[in-house]
């Protein structure tokens, strides 16, 4: 395992400096942010990304992520140009060396909280989701007072994609899945990239939009649907976490043993109601997701990629983006390199 921290590229206020004192943070996870949806990634601006982690002696080791364009998802007619695109992408990070792509399946929406400043007792702010809260928000008015996706939507788009995705069923997204992987994969083996899905996040469809990669038997499926290497998983605790089903160490374990999953999410979430649940300290205590059983179940089945502390709380005063200041999670890359070193002795 090797410890990295996400990197919003230049406009993050957590500069590569800061990064590069957490003690033994070796990598970057970052992106091209500013490009369109479904663009092929030029081969120049991800070198010059790479560069620039590099200049602060820190490596870009994921990609985090190529977006999937919506019309894949759909499986609209002009799915095969923007699968091409995609796979130029792929082969631009493998000419790179940049090993590991996380990306997600999730329609319209990426990752989904109703409250992004929830004060906890110890006086700090964090994260929350209320499946309650959601149901009250108001789609007329587009994307623009949501957190959490890759693309923004007028009103009018939204409308659009959302009446689109009425006629698709969780099982035609599974069809459609499979129809981008077949394609993406084979280029990814070529390149020497590994694909590595993101679980969805939450772990339930939203708006009632379908959500399929939520349960230990979904992972399982996932890496059947091309059964190759480089098709494989983050595993996300905290997504996973927020299903009180789901077995959290145990699905390590098993998609561990069959040496697919790719990259490690390791924050921790308390559930506290039906679909309700925030965000916490990484420590196992105060969440519900054993971290130290999570870890040893990845030590136990040999995993040896990428791990990033994920969503931290705000603590110490400090302003950000929602879930990615520095100090918490630079307390979090510490927790996870503590508990995996006492795994290694």
């Known amino acids: 395992m090797y410890m990295t921290f996400r990197w919003f590229g230049p406009s993050d206020p957590i500069s590569l400096t800061y990064i590069r004192q957490i003690p033994g943070v070796r990598a970057v996870v970052s992106a091209l942010y500013d490009l369109p949806v479904g663009a092929p990634w030029p081969r120049e601006r991800l070198e010059r990304l790479a560069a620039d982690v590099g200049a602060a002696d820190l490596k870009l080791a994921v990609v985090e992520s190529i977006p999937v364009h919506e019309d894949i998802k759909l499986g609209r007619p002009n799915r095969d140009r923007l699968i091409a695109n995609y796979c130029e992408s792929v082969r631009a990070m493998g000419e790179l060396g940049i090993s590991v792509l996380c990306y997600n399946f999730m329609p319209v929406f990426d990752w989904m909280r109703t409250d992004l400043e929830m004060p906890l007792p110890d006086g700090s702010t964090a994260l929350a989701y209320d499946d309650r809260a ?162 040893s179940a990845l030590h136990s089945t040999g995993f040896t990629g990428p791990m990033r502390p994920d969503h931290g709380r705000m603590i110490w005063g400090e302003r950000g983006r929602p879930g990615y200041g520095l100090y918490d999670r630079a307390l979090g890359a510490m927790y996870l390199q503590g508990v995996w070193e006492g795994l290694t002795q």
């Open 134 to 295: 959601l149901a009250a928000v108001d789609l007329r008015r587009g994307t623009g007072d949501l957190p959490g996706w890759a693309a923004a939507y007028d009103a009018a788009e939204l409308q659009a994609l959302l009446a689109a995705y009425r006629d698709v069923t969780a099982e035609q997204l599974w069809e459609h899945l499979a129809y981008f992987l077949e394609r993406v994969v084979p280029v990814a083996a070529e390149a020497d990239v590994r694909l590595a899905i993101h679980p969805d996040d939450p772990p339930w469809p939203i708006f009632g939009l379908p959500r399929i990669i939520c349960r230990e038997r979904d992972l399982v499926r996932l890496v059947g649907l091309v059964d190759h290497r480089s098709n494989g998983v983050t595993f996300c605790t905290g997504s996973l976490g927020a299903l009180p089903e789901n077995d959290v160490p145990a699905m390590a374990r098993r998609i561990g043993a069959l040496g697919r999953i790719h990259f490690a999410h390791c924050r921790n979430v308390r559930v506290t109601g039906e679909r309700q649940f925030h965000e916490t300290p990484h420590p196992s205590a105060f969440g519900g997701v054993d971290l130290g059983a999570v870890l």
